[in-house]
């Protein structure tokens, strides 16, 4: 009778398109290197009740026979070679039955560790100074499929929408009020809280990609909040193009940190980040003027657009790091390190994700800039 369609089906794909025996690749001959089928099943107890055939002396019932599970995927060399008389009482039915439990069961295993493309979506959006911003779940799911290959994946919600923390309508942004982060940063919490942990501890998230546009605290703030324990790809919103999507380019960017010029020997420390623009000293509080200042700033400038490709975005985020392990081992008297500066959007949430790492002692605090001066935000 042999085997049906769908049992040949799942004999090939149990056995990974690999003989079962020698492992060679059932896919591809040797003299082509054309994609053909070149497998073949090979009974383990024989197909007849005969001593003619290759182990057919056995219990088994005829009609069991043809039955997948007494099956395995071989190359037509192997398969000549295990129902040949000499080896039959060698590589008997016993063996035969564990060869093929085992190498089905590796196959499964290995299969089973490869990276899947699947990524929950994390959308923040939040007023900027007023504006009303926007972040839709489309845009979101178009940047992940072009930029990374990996398919969203939004957590199921009542309105289809996912992780998305609508920061939009909480009274007090504009103008800044200091009731305003502290009802931002619960309606952040509860969306971890609620929704990625325990997906996270469920098994159902193994990757986010992170959306976010809102006060600059808040991304710092959501990028330390998030468990660095799974992995992220951070977007970024360009100007050029008003995309999310990641440009595929080069870009030669790197960033340099540069130290203080004297130290007070004080607890407090300052640091600037001059990516999307400039922040002089001058415009610090003047009670922090005389910290010892850390500047960072992109050897090609300050831009608006300074995150031209991913890679740019890692060394920023390497450079952030290494600052820190640097204060750690040079000024262990800072306990507290106030940031400044114009950070983009996904520089802001990666400064956030790298205050996770361990050894990152300092308090960080954030600050807003109104009008003229700097107000407190959050500290993280």
Known sequence: MGLGDLDRRILWVRAGGRCTLCRKYLLEGDLSSIEVPMGEGAHIVGQKDSTKSARGMNPMPVDQRDNVDNILLACSSCHTEIDKKKIEGLLDVTLLREVKRSHEADIKMQTGLLRSRRTAVIRMAGDIRGGVMELPRATAAEAVIRSAARFPFFLESYDRQGVEIDLRGIDGENPLETSYYPAATRRIDSALTNRVIPGVAQGDIEHLSIFAIARLPLL???????????????????????????????????????????????????LITNLSGTTPVTDLPESLRSAPCWTIQPNTGPAEDVFQSTDVLTRFTETVRSFFTGLEASHKHVATVHLFGALPLAGALAFGRVLKSNGIRPTVVTYDREADSYQRALEI
């Open 220 to 270: 710092v703030y959501l990028g330390a909040m998030i468990d660095d324990g799974v992995p992220a790809d951070i977007y970024q919103r360009h100007r050029a193009t008003d995309s999310w999507k990641w440009p595929v380019t080069e870009s030669s960017t790197e960033f340099t940190v540069t130290p203080p010029v004297s130290d007070d020997g004080g607890t407090d420390a300052v």
